[in-house]
């Protein structure tokens, strides 16, 4: 069974970084799309970015040129680099595979405050 965990939330000001993990355990990791998730108080479970087994990448407009996807496949983590962070990139964050998607994490918490 796939066990996903999250970390490297936190508070932080406007245009403020932080970088995101997600380990991985009890399976194969290398050959699944994996991607990073937010979802915000009250609003659905969005895909923010994602990461092909051949590191090809995707990010939606809102975080394009501020976040950046990163996995490294010997450790079975996944990285979320998050520059310029605005307050509308408060949630909480996720992980999962992006097709066959397992069992979601807790998530680590990103407060965005102006």
């Known amino acids: 069974q796939v066990q996903l965990v999250e970390s490297g939330g936190g508070l932080v000001q406007a245009g403020g970084s932080l970088r995101l993990s997600c380990t991985a355990s009890?399976?194969?990791?290398?050959?699944?799309?994996m991607g990073w998730y937010r979802q915000a108080p009250g609003k659905q479970r969005e895909l923010v970015a994602s990461?092909?087994?051949?590191?090809?990448?995707s990010y939606i407009d809102s975080v394009k040129g501020r976040f950046t996807i990163t996995r490294d496949n010997a450790k079975k983590t996944v990285y979320l680099q998050m520059n310029s962070l605005k307050p509308e990139d408060t949630a909480t964050y996720y992980c999962?595979?992006?097709?066959?998607?397992?069992?979601w994490g807790q998530g680590t918490q990103v407060t965005v405050s102006s």
């Open positions: 999962n595979r992006v097709t066959s998607p397992t069992d």
């Open positions: 009890g399976s194969i990791f290398s050959p699944y799309v």
């Open positions: 990461i092909g087994g051949r590191f090809s990448t």
